[in-house]
């Protein structure tokens, strides 16, 4: 039975800690992807890898708020991988896996890493085993570590960006994510985007105040009222505080004044009673009065009726043993020699 019951636990607890990893691989997306020409020179927008070299990149963004670890994911631009006929081991064949070990693929909330597609794996972990075409179209897909759970795709048509622009996630100004063509001077790796979105709003609040007073005063004004209700609560709360130190004072005195009331009234009837304490003054004065009238006893007549009666109880006499004659003691010892012989 506790076998059973281990079993089940453990079985629980794998169970939990899939759910929870695969929870946390959806929190990954691609975030922005970024087409080099390896053959053209463009510094102003090239970034770099740990050898100092340019490719196409792709930046993948944790969007929750917790930290999840990308290791053992796969990502692929084969779109043969969404085929569901295939097995796990023929997908896994078409993908490049994100290796454990490395601390930068645990990522924090709202944190990015950039892998470069290259195709050179023997880089590092950070480089996959395909490069992405700067003039054709371009298909990304990022699996879970299952090899069989599509957590994002994105695809990018023929023509869309040149040498050094990138694709990026942005939010437009209803606050709906879109996919926007960022410029060479604004490509982000490793950060979020800017261009469009929300990033306006922004641009025109300081178009609108250009030297910062709408803002102080705002701030200002967000402070004091934060202030006032500081100062409401905490006013409402110190009279709650005093209130409840008063009625516990009450309480306290009334309750002393009640137990002075007892003592003196219990001083003034020890005083009537020369001593005795009331209730046993009390109870003393009913056994009497219930023994006065009636009581529990017979009415006797105060005449002694015991009459003397003589037993030989104590008689020393008796006590004794009797004497023993001695001819029947002659006779018992020849009995005795008879019997003998």
């Known amino acids: 039975m506790k076998m059973k019951i281990k079993l089940f636990t453990l079985a ?187 990033n306006n709003k922004v641009a025109e609040w300081k178009e609108k105040d250009p030297h910062g007073f709408a803002m102080a005063i705002i701030s200002m004004c967000i402070v004091l009222g934060c202030l006032a209700l500081l100062y409401v609560f905490f006013h409402i709360f110190g009279w709650t505080l005093n209130r409840m130190a008063k009625l516990a004072r009450v309480k306290a005195i009334r309750k002393i004044h009640e137990e002075a009331e007892r003592l003196a009234t219990m001083a003034k009837q020890g005083r009537e009673t020369q001593g005795i304490e009331y209730e046993n003054y009390v109870a003393a004065i009913s056994l009497a009065m219930h023994e006065y009238l009636g009581g529990t006893h017979d009415m006797e007549s105060g005449v002694l009726t015991i009459t003397p009666h003589t037993t030989s109880w104590n008689n020393k006499e008796d006590e004794m043993l009797a004497t023993p004659l001695k001819q029947q003691a002659t006779t018992n010892l020849s009995n005795i020699k008879n019997s003998a012989e």
């Not at 053209?40 to 927008?45: A, K, N, R």
């Not at 740990?50 to 993948?60: K, T």
């Not at 796990?88 to 909330?109: C, F, K, Q, Y």
């Open 12 to 198: 629980t607890m794998l169970l939990a800690t899939t759910m929870a990893m695969a929870q946390g691989a959806q929190s990954f997306r691609f975030s922005e992807v970024c087409l080099v020409n390896p053959n053209d020179s463009c510094p102003t927008s090239s970034y770099l890898d740990e050898y100092g070299q340019q490719s196409s990149w792709i930046e993948i963004e944790n969007s929750s708020y917790s930290t999840h670890d990308l290791r053992g994911c796969y990502i692929t631009n084969n779109r043969k991988a969404l085929d569901p006929n295939l097995s796990v081991p023929e997908r896994i064949e078409m993908m490049s896996i994100i290796v454990s070990g490395d601390s930068r693929t645990n990522l924090t909330a709202k944190q990015r890493i950039v892998l470069f597609a290259d195709g050179k794996v023997n880089r590092g972990t950070l480089h996959t085993n395909f490069c992405l075409d700067p003039e054709g179209e371009n298909f990304i897909a990022l699996f879970d570590g299952n090899a069989k759970t599509l957590i994002d795709s994105l695809t990018i048509p023929a023509g869309t960006l040149t040498s050094g622009q990138s694709f990026s996630l942005l939010a437009d100004d209803e606050g709906n994510m879109i996919w926007a063509v960022t410029p060479v001077e604004e490509v982000t790796p490793k950060a979020p985007a800017v261009g469009t979105g929300h």
